[in-house]
């Protein structure tokens, strides 16, 4: 069993990369998740996210958008253990 920052509450940073560009203003309706734009078009969403209730929270809401989904990367976890 895995254990670390998201059982903690502490997160880990993820971008969520999706088709088509989203204004500034759904970064509220995206938990605060910074919003940049990609010059080929993509929107990509990307901060600290909670725990995997809260990704799927967030991935729900890219679907309730008709949003296409293209990535979601996890880029740290320091506070994850190897094994436990």
């Known amino acids: 069993m895995k254990t670390g920052a998201r059982g903690e509450g502490r997160g880990a940073n993820y971008t969520?990369?999706?088709?088509g560009q989203l204004g500034a203003e759904w970064t509220a309706w995206f938990d605060g998740m910074t919003i940049t734009l990609t010059a080929d078009g993509d929107t990509v969403?990307?901060?600290?996210?909670t725990d995997q209730?809260?990704?799927?929270?967030l991935l729900r809401r890219v679907r309730d958008l008709g949003l296409t989904l293209l990535a979601v990367n996890l880029i740290?976890?320091?506070?994850r253990t190897?094994?436990?």
């Not at 969520?16 to 088709?19: G, K, N, P, S, W």
């Not at 969403?45 to 996210?49: A, I, K, P, R, T």
């Not at 209730?53 to 929270?57: E, M, P, R, T």
């Open 16 to 19: 969520i990369r999706v088709a």
């Open 45 to 49: 969403l990307s901060g600290v996210v």
């Open 53 to 57: 209730a809260a990704l799927h929270g």
């Open 76 to 79: 740290d976890d320091k506070h």
């Open 82 to 84: 190897e094994h436990s």
